[in-house]
């Protein structure tokens, strides 16, 4: 038995918690690029806002566009709904209202997270402490992630939770897909000696870079990274390994035949896309029909499980 | 080493007049001694921590803001011997049974009123009395299933009643997190003494509102209706659902179909409900009947508990029992429906609707406290030796004006326990409030939720007032 009111909760406190996680680290691994970039290659900070997808809310507010504005504006900023530190306080409010279908050792450790990102959110602008901070963001997400994993029934808040933090998974990896490897398939023309960096970097932002190693051979080449964040279902954070997973959440679910056929869509979308991505526009492109037929499934979700219109 | 400080006029619950420890908490002040000032900050320290940390909090309010606070805690606790508190026990089940007679006897032929013992008038005045309740039939004839009665001692220990709350008394969870609390901090003495457990009141919750659902539902679905997340309470209501497995609903979750029957809406569809452990009050609960405009409850709500589909707890129109006029009858109620003297005794309390008590009332008011009938929370209330003379004139002019909405009792002295504050141990005034559950059978949680006034001579103890609270021990001596 899951309340619908709670669902919705879980659901969303599931992606704002991802959320949280991803921004962090898409935020940290592109400092770590930018360090390793000399001066002149590639530094503005500007793809950082299209990754999160904050551009207009980002322009709405700031007419300059450095790197403390943006990391501020990514992580620091309560008025920033999408920012680290407001996904985390959502995130918790969400989980206040779903306390008791949760471990309490789930609580305590959203609420600890909460108490440490929103007391000093200056260090996480801070280039000095930004990476310390926004690294125990990523460990706090991923041990809530394992309380889940490790002392949760498998039920319904346990899958609808799964779902919620898939679909959000999901979006952020078709974003640094579709900001970060088109512009650089795009490119691939005037290539310079930091290609493989750059690669590298799309790896890191979303903690890719060994897993992707162990399975392929040779050196980072961009068509291939592509391809294995897309396809490659074994590794979670791929477009395909999250697809796979919001099935087996939504099988589980109540009303199945409602809510598969957006999962269907989803997966004959990504067998239309080619094995080996060259063109950075048509990538780019493709990853906007991903994420729309993500905001259908949501859609869909919220329908059979909530009710009414969103 | 800590020192501990008494007030000579005053009862202090761990200590005795000369400072030498009472019976029941000598291994505690022999510990507290031992420790120093410093050992036991440091304790304090971690035991806020830990409260930080796991979230516990009430909520208060602040330019219409609800802000989520820490829950105050001081790490001394209250000691109260086995011995004692048996009989304590004994009394407050004795008041329960008593006032649910009361309460079930005033819905249907009210032989109290016929007999004399009442008076109809009261009756007839209480803004409690919900008309819409007469006839009903909760399951063995019991209307306040949970209730917190708040017990204070006087200069010279003895324990008194000072009211019953019967609507949706709070504070149990703060009752059994203190408790887990406490027991990191002093994880030593709970190896070397009997302090009994605290834990099975979320079963005994369990088990009395199990036996309260419609007949022939043997395992019911328990819902925990809360007013939302806004409410002062939240956090011991989402408790409360979690101990028991109960779902946490809102009044939105919950909806009264044509056949009477209440449900939920989850995610499979609707689910039936068979009992409502409320924590929204009366007039709230079903717009249909009460408060048109409230949101917080479900329309249809008293029509399914009326038709015996679902229970209530605190059934609706229980209040009826909870106000000072009422209060001020317990000991009379006791006697009348159980034939038994009462066990604990009330403050005395003087009712001006009878002509020699209010005579005594207005000759002494200026040692009195002056309580309105009907109001909570202190609103109207009086305290004779701190009013001025055209205060206290004004007060006789109320009381003559309306004898039946006013009482006075005496002013006690607060008993004391030694508590931490600005680094130093200093006696603080208590009260205590335990928890007695009534369904078939009764239970009474083992001691209660010590509340403490941290500030210097205050006798405030609510913790949106700046009130504290302590772990309570029962000590087998």
Same mark, same amino acid.
């Given at each position: 038995?899951?309340?619908?009111?709670?669902?919705?909760?879980?659901?969303?406190?599931?992606?704002?918690?991802?959320?949280?996680?991803?921004?962090?680290?898409?935020?940290?691994?592109?400092?770590?690029?930018?360090?390793?970039?000399?001066?002149?290659?590639?530094?503005?900070?500007?793809?950082?806002?299209?990754?999160?997808?904050?551009?207009?809310?980002?322009?709405?507010?700031?007419?300059?566009?450095?790197?403390?504005?943006?990391?501020? $504006?990514?992580?620091?900023?309560?008025?920033?709904?999408?920012?680290?530190?407001?996904?985390?306080?959502?995130?918790?409010?969400?989980?206040?209202?779903?306390?008791?279908?949760?471990?309490?050792?789930?609580?305590?450790?959203?609420?600890?997270?909460?108490?440490?990102?929103?007391?000093?959110? *200056?260090?996480?602008?801070?280039?000095?402490?930004?990476?310390?901070?926004?690294?125990?963001?990523?460990?706090?997400?991923?041990?809530?992630?394992?309380?889940? !994993?490790?002392?949760?029934?498998? &039920?319904?808040?346990?899958?609808?939770?799964?779902?919620?933090?898939?679909?959000?998974?999901?979006?952020?990896?078709?974003?640094?897909?579709? +900001?970060?490897?088109?512009?650089?398939? !795009?490119?691939?023309?005037?290539?310079?000696?930091?290609?493989? +960096?750059?690669?590298?970097?799309?790896?890191?932002?979303?903690?890719?870079?060994?897993?992707?190693?162990?399975?392929?051979?040779?050196?980072?080449?961009?068509?291939?990274?592509?391809?294995?964040?897309?396809?490659?279902?074994?590794?979670?954070?791929?477009?395909?390994?999250?697809?796979?997973?919001?099935?087996?959440?939504?099988?589980?679910?109540?009303?199945?035949?409602?809510?598969?056929?957006?999962?269907?869509?989803?997966?004959?979308?990504?067998?239309?896309?080619?094995?080996?991505?060259?063109?950075?526009?048509?990538?780019?492109?493709?990853?906007?029909?991903?994420?729309?037929?993500?905001?259908?499934?949501?859609?869909?979700?919220?329908?059979?499980?909530?009710?009414?219109?969103? | 080493?800590?020192?501990?400080?008494?007030?000579?006029?005053?009862?202090? *619950?761990?200590?005795?007049?000369?400072?030498?420890?009472?019976?029941?908490?000598?291994?505690?002040?022999?510990?507290?001694?031992?420790?120093?000032?410093?050992?036991?900050?440091?304790?304090?320290?971690?035991?806020?921590?830990?409260?930080?940390?796991?979230?516990?909090?009430?909520?208060?309010?602040?330019?219409?803001?609800?802000?989520?606070?820490?829950?105050? %805690?001081?790490?001394?606790?209250?000691?109260?011997?086995?011995?004692?508190?048996?009989?304590?026990?004994?009394?407050?089940?004795? =008041?329960?049974?008593?006032?649910?007679? $009361?309460?079930?006897?005033?819905?249907?032929?009210?032989?109290?009123?016929?007999?004399?013992?009442?008076?109809?008038?009261?009756?007839?005045?209480?803004?409690?009395?919900?008309?819409?309740?007469?006839?009903?039939?909760?399951? %063995?004839?019991?209307?306040?299933?949970?209730?917190?009665?708040?017990?204070?001692?006087?200069?010279?220990?003895?324990?008194?009643?000072?009211?019953?709350?019967?609507?949706?008394?709070?504070?149990?969870?703060?009752?059994?997190?203190?408790?887990?609390?406490?027991?990191?901090?002093?994880?030593?003495? $709970?190896?070397?003494?009997?302090?009994?457990?605290?834990?099975?009141?979320?079963?005994?919750?369990?088990?009395?509102?199990?036996?309260?659902?419609?007949?022939?539902?043997?395992?019911?679905?328990?819902?925990?209706?809360?007013?939302?997340?806004?409410?002062?309470?939240?956090?011991?209501?989402? %408790?409360?659902?979690?101990?028991?497995?109960?779902?946490?609903? *809102?009044?939105?979750?919950?909806?009264?179909? &044509?056949?009477?029957?209440?449900?939920?809406?989850?995610?499979?569809?609707?689910?039936?409900?068979?009992?409502?452990?409320?924590?929204?009050?009366?007039?709230?609960?079903?717009?249909?009947?009460?408060?048109?405009?409230?949101?917080?409850?479900?329309?249809?709500?008293?029509?399914?508990?009326?038709?015996?589909?679902?229970?209530?707890?605190?059934?609706?129109?229980?209040?009826?029992?909870?106000?000072?006029?009422?209060?001020?009858?317990?000991?009379?109620?006791?006697?009348?429906?159980?034939?038994?003297?009462?066990?604990?005794?009330?403050?005395?309390?003087?009712?001006?609707?009878?002509?020699?008590?209010?005579?005594?009332?207005?000759?002494?008011?200026?040692?009195?406290?002056?309580?309105?009938?009907?109001? !909570?929370?202190?609103?109207?209330?009086?305290?004779?030796?701190?009013?001025?003379?055209?205060?206290?004139?004004?007060?006789?002019? =109320?009381?003559?004006?309306?004898?039946?909405?006013?009482?006075?009792?005496?002013?006690?002295?607060?008993?004391?326990?030694?508590?931490?504050?600005?680094?130093?141990?200093?006696?603080?005034?208590?009260?205590?409030?335990?928890?007695?559950? !009534?369904?078939?059978?009764?239970?009474?949680?083992?001691?209660?939720?010590?509340?403490?006034?941290?500030?210097?001579?205050?006798?405030?103890?609510?913790?949106?007032?700046?009130?504290?609270?302590?772990?309570?021990?029962?000590?087998?001596?």
């Amino acid at each position: 038995m899951l309340l619908s009111r709670v669902a919705d909760n879980l659901y969303w406190g599931a992606r704002y918690m991802e959320r949280a996680e991803d921004t962090a680290r898409v935020v940290r691994s592109f400092t770590d690029l930018i360090l390793d970039l000399p001066r002149g290659v590639a530094s503005s900070w500007e793809p950082l806002l299209a990754v999160a997808g904050s551009r207009e809310e980002y322009d709405a507010g700031h007419v300059r566009a450095q790197e403390s504005d943006i990391v501020r $504006f990514l992580v620091a900023d309560q008025s920033n709904g999408g920012s680290v530190v407001s996904s985390v306080a959502s995130a918790r409010e969400n989980l206040r209202t779903t306390r008791e279908v949760l471990p309490r050792e789930a609580w305590q450790a959203v609420n600890d997270l909460y108490l440490f990102t929103s007391r000093d959110t *200056e260090s996480g602008v801070d280039r000095r402490s930004r990476s310390r901070y926004l690294g125990r963001v990523m460990t706090d997400c991923q041990r809530l992630d394992g309380v889940l !994993s490790g002392m949760m029934r498998r &039920d319904q808040a346990y899958e609808l939770w799964r779902l919620g933090q898939m679909v959000e998974r999901a979006d952020m990896t078709t974003r640094v897909l579709g +900001v970060r490897a088109a512009s650089l398939l !795009s490119a691939a023309e005037s290539s310079d000696d930091f290609d493989e +960096v750059q690669w590298m970097g799309v790896l890191k932002s979303v903690t890719a870079m060994q897993m992707y190693q162990r399975s392929q051979r040779g050196p980072i080449e961009g068509a291939s990274v592509v391809s294995f964040l897309l396809f490659d279902k074994t590794f979670p954070r791929s477009v395909a390994g999250c697809v796979q997973r919001m099935r087996s959440a939504l099988s589980r679910l109540p009303r199945p035949h409602d809510t598969l056929p957006a999962v269907d869509a989803l997966e004959a979308l990504l067998a239309t896309l080619p094995a080996q991505a060259t063109d950075g526009v048509a990538l780019d492109e493709a990853m906007d029909r991903v994420q729309a037929a993500l905001a259908d499934l949501n859609m869909r979700v919220y329908e059979t499980f909530v009710g009414g219109t969103p | 080493m800590a020192e501990l400080r008494t007030s000579a006029d005053l009862w202090d *619950e761990l200590l005795e007049n000369d400072g030498s420890p009472r019976a029941a908490s000598s291994q505690l002040v022999q510990q507290l001694k031992g420790l120093g000032l410093a050992e036991l900050q440091q304790r304090q320290d971690l035991a806020e921590l830990d409260i930080v940390g796991m979230g516990i909090t009430f909520t208060v309010y602040s330019d219409g803001r609800g802000i989520d606070r820490a829950w105050p %805690f001081d790490v001394v606790p209250r000691v109260i011997a086995a011995q004692e508190w048996r009989l304590i026990e004994q009394g407050l089940a004795q =008041r329960l049974r008593a006032i649910n007679m $009361f309460i079930d006897d005033v819905y249907h032929e009210q032989c109290v009123v016929r007999d004399g013992v009442f008076p109809a008038e009261l009756l007839a005045h209480s803004v409690n009395f919900r008309q819409e309740c007469v006839g009903a039939n909760p399951k %063995f004839g019991v209307w306040a299933h949970i209730s917190g009665s708040d017990l204070v001692r006087d200069g010279d220990g003895t324990m008194y009643v000072l009211e019953d709350n019967l609507r949706v008394p709070s504070g149990v969870s703060y009752m059994l997190e203190n408790r887990a609390i406490s027991k990191r901090a002093f994880a030593d003495l $709970f190896a070397k003494q009997s302090i009994l457990p605290v834990d099975a009141y979320t079963d005994e919750l369990n088990r009395m509102l199990t036996s309260i659902a419609p007949d022939g539902v043997s395992e019911p679905t328990i819902a925990v209706l809360t007013p939302g997340i806004y409410n002062s309470a939240y956090f011991e209501h989402s %408790f409360l659902a979690q101990r028991i497995g109960a779902a946490l609903v *809102e009044g939105i979750d919950l909806v009264v179909s &044509d056949d009477d029957c209440v449900y939920m809406r989850t995610i499979d569809g609707l689910e039936r409900v068979h009992v409502i452990y409320r924590r929204v009050d009366d007039l709230f609960i079903d717009p249909e009947v009460f408060r048109e405009d409230s949101t917080l409850g479900v329309p249809g709500l008293m029509r399914a508990w009326r038709a015996g589909n679902v229970a209530i707890a605190n059934a609706p129109g229980a209040g009826v029992a909870d106000d000072k006029v009422v209060y001020a009858w317990v000991p009379d109620l006791i006697r009348y429906y159980l034939h038994e003297e009462p066990l604990l005794p009330n403050v005395p309390t003087y009712r001006c609707v009878y002509d020699d008590e209010r005579q005594y009332v207005i000759e002494h008011i200026a040692e009195l406290v002056i309580k309105p009938a009907n109001e !909570s929370g202190g609103y109207g209330l009086l305290i004779g030796n701190r009013a001025s003379r055209t205060e206290l004139d004004d007060a006789i002019a =109320r009381i003559e004006a309306d004898p039946r909405n006013w009482v006075a009792q005496p002013t006690l002295a607060l008993s004391t326990v030694p508590t931490l504050c600005d680094g130093v141990l200093e006696p603080r005034h208590v009260d205590l409030r335990p928890f007695i559950l !009534s369904g078939a059978t009764s239970y009474v949680s083992a001691g209660g939720l010590t509340r403490v006034a941290l500030r210097k001579g205050s006798l405030i103890v609510n913790s949106s007032q700046g009130g504290g609270s302590k772990d309570t021990w029962i000590v087998e001596a």
